[in-house]
C-alpha cells in the first residue's frame, strides 16, 4: 500500500499491520505447549504431570515464546523502519543493564507463569486444549483492560510522585526502545509490574489455566510491541475495536510516552482508555487520523 523509499526521503504514511494476522501469529505458537501437553495425556491417560514437570516445560515454552515475538519486531523493525528516525535510531541495551534485564527477563518468565500456575494448575488441567470457556474471548478483554486499570493508576503515580519516579526512571532511560526493552526496570518496579499488578487482575478477572496461559502471551506480546518502535500502524490483537472511539494502543502511542520522559502521557500500557478517561492521552504524531 505504502511504498518503502529511501530513508532519507519522507516515506508517507506508516502502512497498517492487519490484526488478524498477528492474532494467527500468537495463537500458533502460544497453543504449541497446550497441544503438546495434550499428546502426552492422550498417549498416556494414566500420567497426570506433576508440578516438578509441567511447571519448568511452560516456562521454556513461554521463553520460545517471548523470543519469538521478538525476533518477529525485530525482523520488522528492519522492514518497515522505526517512529522518530530522523530524530534517531533506537537505543541498545545500555551496557551495565545487560546482567540485569537478564535477570529481569527470567524473573518475569517464572513469576508471570508462576501466578497462572498458583492459581489455576490443578483444576482440570489433563486436558489443557479442553480447558477454554466460550466467555474466554470477552474474559481475556477484560482482563487486559483491568490489568491496564491497575497498571495506569501505579504508572502515574510514578511519573508525579517524585521518590516512584526515582524508581521508574531506569525504564525511562531509553527514549526510544525496543522490543527486548520493554522488561527494563527497577527490581522494586519489577515487582509490582510482573507480581503484583497481574496477580491482582487474575484475583478480579478469573481464568482457568490455559486462559491464564495464552492471556500470559498475548499480554507480553503487546508490552513488547509497544516497545519495538516498528514504525506501522499496529494496533492491540485484542482491544483494537477501542480504536473507534480514540482509546486504542498502538505502537506509536507508548514509544510516544518514552519520549514524553517524566511529563508522562499516555500511561496505559494496554489501552489508552484509561488515558482518555482522565485526560492523559497524547495526539498521534506519525499514524495521525489513522
Ligand atoms: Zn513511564
Ligand atoms: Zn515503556
Not at 501437553?37 to 497426570?48: E, L, R, S, T, V
Not at 507463569?113 to 482440570?124: A, R, V
Request: net charge negative; proline share 5%; glycine share 6%.
Amino acid at each position: 500500500m505504502h511504498e518503502l523509499k529511501d530513508d532519507s526521503i519522507d516515506r508517507g504514511l506508516p502502512p497498517v499491520q492487519p490484526v488478524w494476522k498477528e492474532n494467527i501469529f500468537i495463537l500458533s505458537r502460544a497453543f504449541v505447549p497446550l497441544v503438546l501437553h495434550q499428546m502426552a495425556y492422550i498417549a498416556f491417560p494414566q500420567y497426570k504431570w506433576p508440578f516438578a514437570l509441567a511447571y519448568p516445560f511452560y516456562i521454556l515454552c513461554f521463553m520460545g515464546f517471548a523470543l519469538q515475538v521478538v525476533t518477529r519486531m525485530s525482523g520488522y523493525c528492519v522492514k518497515l523502519g522505526t517512529f522518530d528516525e530522523k530524530q534517531i535510531g533506537r537505543d541498545r541495551t545500555p551496557d551495565k543493564s545487560v546482567n540485569h534485564l537478564a535477570g529481569g527477563i527470567l524473573a518475569y518468565m517464572i513469576i508471570r507463569t508462576g501466578i497462572d500456575f498458583y492459581l489455576n494448575y490443578d483444576k482440570g488441567v489433563q486436558n489443557p486444549l479442553f480447558d477454554f470457556s466460550w466467555s474466554f474471548p470477552i474474559r481475556l478483554a477484560l482482563w487486559e483492560v483491568t490489568l491496564d486499570y491497575f497498571f495506569y493508576v501505579y504508572h502515574r503515580a510514578t511519573h508525579e510522585v517524585d521518590y516512584l519516579w526515582n524508581i521508574h526512571k531506569h525504564h525511562h532511560t531509553t527514549k526510544h526502545p525496543t522490543a527486548i526493552l520493554a522488561i527494563l526496570a527497577e527490581e522494586k518496579q519489577e515487582f509490582l509490574e510482573v507480581l503484583t499488578i497481574p496477580l491482582l487482575t487474575s484475583l478480579v478477572v478469573p481464568m482457568t489455566f490455559s486462559e491464564g496461559y495464552i492471556t500470559l502471551a498475548y499480554t507480553i506480546y503487546v508490552e513488547m510491541l509497544g516497545h519495538s518502535g516498528v514504525r506501522a500502524h499496529w494496533c492491540h490483537p485484542i482491544l483494537w475495536p477501542l480504536e473507534a472511539f480514540g482509546a486504542g494502543l498502538a505502537v506509536e502511542d507508548h514509544d510516544l510516552h518514552h519520549r514524553f520522559g517524566k511529563s508522562g502521557k499516555n500511561y496505559g500500557k494496554q489501552s489508552r482508555l484509561w488515558d482518555r478517561v482522565f485526560g492523559t492521552c497524547a495526539e498521534r504524531i506519525e499514524t495521525w487520523g489513522m
